[in-house]
T-cell receptor, first 114, second 115 residues
Framework: GNSVTQMEGPVTLSEEAFLTINCTYT??????LFWYVQYPGEGLQLLLK?????DKGSNKGFEATYRKETTSFHLEKGSVQVSDSAVYFC?????????????FGKGTHLIIQP | NAGVMQNPRHLVRRRGQEARLRCSPM?????VYWYRQLPEEGLKFMVY????????ESGMPKERFSAEFPKEGPSILRIQQVVRGDSAAYFC?????????????FGQGTRLTVV
């Protein structure tokens, strides 16, 4: 079935540093890919998505490019802020094409220090 | 437009009691998903419902767990005879269509603690 592997955390960076959070996937076909963010005590919010190969999703300075050659969807940001501290989840539809919801990675806890 | 509303936010139950978790989807959304998040883990799919129908419950334990989404009112996730291992955060998500391509909107979750 579909699966996601993302880098383990926590990832600790200084403010204004460059961020990369790696995500690779295994899937049948070319499903949409998502990044969700979870702030402390909150639910998940969609950060960005890409629906087909070579698409780039972007939002709030974050970017991720759907690369089918490497089956990757790495999250990047050029200059992180303290307010970016959160847990980030890479996700794709389950093997049932959405009937079985989304399959999430384990999450990467990002800590940004001032 | 209110977001996905879950209640209660926190729920404490003794072993053997029943837990009822409620989810009101966003207005106009007829697709509801329930997920469970264990500490240090990602979310795991439990069940997908549309109004009055269970579409996929492949992620839900066969015993003690049930879910419904009646014609009127919120979706309910029910856990009977809770055990310590049921302690987790339970999230509900709703979408106007299935979750394959469209954004899912998540509630703030119910954190269940079994003592």
């Amino acid at each position: 079935g579909n699966s996601v592997t993302q880098m383990e955390g926590p990832v600790t960076l200084s403010e204004e540093a460059f961020l990369t959070i790696n995500c690779t996937y295994t899937a049948t076909g070319y499903p949409s890919l998502f990044w969700y963010v979870q702030y402390p005590g909150e639910g998940l919010q969609l950060l960005l998505k890409a629906t087909k190969a070579d698409d780039k999703g972007s939002n709030k300075g974050f970017e991720a490019t759907y690369r089918k050659e490497t089956t990757s969807f790495h999250l990047e940001k050029g200059s992180v802020q303290v307010s970016d501290s959160a847990v980030y989840f890479c996700a794709l539809p389950g093997s049932g094409g959405g009937a079985d919801g989304l399959t999430f990675g384990k999450g990467t806890h990002l800590i940004i220090q001032p | 437009n209110a977001g996905v509303m879950q209640n209660p936010r926190h729920l404490v139950r003794r072993r053997g009691q029943e837990a009822r978790l409620r989810c009101s989807p966003m207005k106009g959304h007829s697709h509801v998903y329930w997920y469970r998040q264990l500490p240090e883990e990602g979310l795991k799919f439990m069940v997908y419902l549309q109004k009055e129908n269970i579409i996929d419950e492949s992620g839900m334990p066969k015993e003690r767990f049930s879910a419904e989404f009646p014609k009127e009112g919120p979706s309910i996730l029910r856990i009977q005879q809770v055990v310590r291992g049921d302690s987790a955060a339970y999230f509900c998500a709703s979408s106007p269509l299935g979750q394959g391509d469209t954004e899912a909107f998540f509630g703030q979750g119910t954190r269940l603690t079994v003592v």
